[in-house]
């Protein structure tokens, strides 16, 4: 069957039973939305008049500079806690509606399954692949699980960070694909955007350099073994990485072939699989329609890196 039509058929799936029937089942949820809608806006301008009321006080109560400065400062967190309220809000009411309709959303991808994700037990794995710096905490959000083209692969969004408080910087948030290549590698090849001084991002991977000119332009390839990074980083692999960027529409795109695995690292700034906006109905259907293309375009990744071919990549 020609991979389009599977595509096809996946969505018109997900088309039929989103109006069939999870259209119909989350419209009584609709009363309760409209509920959290009041909440998050009273929350939100309480913090926001709070911040208001701290930032204009110095000019009408005798306090020192360093309590007129630190008010100043506390006013400016008020608006940003105005954000995180509404935010908070919102992911718990997501969540919520995810638990009940995300079973038969995966059901139209065939072999995958989702959950909400606290704490991913291997994340460690992400740092000694050298996937993505180092990190001093980590957070993540949906999570999924499966298997395509006999390719067993998880998709986990995350975030990962380092230092604290003034200090703490974010180091990777988007989404992190580990794709079981059924193959266990001899060394560690990392892929990275291009940087200027080509800094390696681990004392035993050297920066190697390859013959396509473009690709270089683009990535910086580091690797302990430097025969096995040019078996796998062929010229059809490095058009496909070259390209994910648009395809994917991430702000930047990273790889590793570590131990049995492939991981692939799409950095983006946006709220992927991200449902039920609180100034929307809950069965709005093109914020579920987006989600669905969302988990469908990492799936993709098995057919646009060529995975279930043996041969190879």
């Not at 926001?48 to 020192?64: H, K, R």
């Not at 992400?126 to 692969?153: A, C, R």
Request: some cysteine; glycine content about 6%; proline content about 3%.
């Amino acid at each position: 069957m020609p991979e389009e039509k599977t595509y096809q058929e996946m969505r018109k799936e997900f088309q039929d039973k989103f109006f069939k029937e999870l259209s119909p089942a989350l419209e009584k949820f609709d009363a309760e939305r409209k509920g959290k809608l009041r909440l998050a806006v009273a929350g939100a301008v309480i913090c926001f008049v709070i911040g208001i009321l701290l930032i204009i006080s110095p000019f009408f109560i005798t306090m020192s500079e360093e309590t007129s400065e630190n008010t100043f400062k506390s006013g400016i967190g008020m608006f940003f806690m105005a954000g995180f309220v509404w935010a908070i809000i919102k992911k718990n009411f997501e969540n919520k509606i995810k638990e009940k309709i995300m079973p038969s959303v995966c059901q139209c991808f065939g072999d995958i399954s989702w959950k909400k994700c606290i704490l991913y037990e291997n994340r460690k794995v992400f740092q000694e692949s050298n996937l993505i710096p180092s990190f001093s905490s980590s957070s993540f959000d949906d999570y999924f699980s499966g298997s395509y083209k006999d390719v067993g692969f998880e998709i986990i969004e995350s975030e990962f960070s380092t230092g604290t408080g003034k200090n703490r910087r974010t180091v990777f948030n988007g989404v992190i694909v580990k794709l079981d290549m059924n193959k266990n590698f001899s060394g560690n090849t990392v892929i990275r955007p291009d940087s200027m001084f080509h800094a390696s991002p681990s004392s035993n991977l050297v920066h190697t350099t390859l013959e396509d000119v473009v690709f270089e332009k683009k990535f910086d390839v580091f690797t302990d073994d430097e025969v096995e990074a040019r078996y796998l980083i062929t010229p059809s692999f490095m058009e496909r990485l070259n390209n994910m960027q648009v395809a994917f529409a991430a702000d930047k795109v990273s790889c590793a072939f570590y131990g049995t695995n492939l991981f692939v690292a799409l950095h983006t700034l946006k709220d992927l699989f991200s449902i039920c906006s609180l100034l929307k109905p809950v069965n709005d259907g093109k914020q579920f329609f987006q989600m669905f293309e969302e988990i469908l375009s990492i799936i993709k990744l098995i057919d646009h890196f060529k995975l279930d071919q043996k041969i190879g990549l």
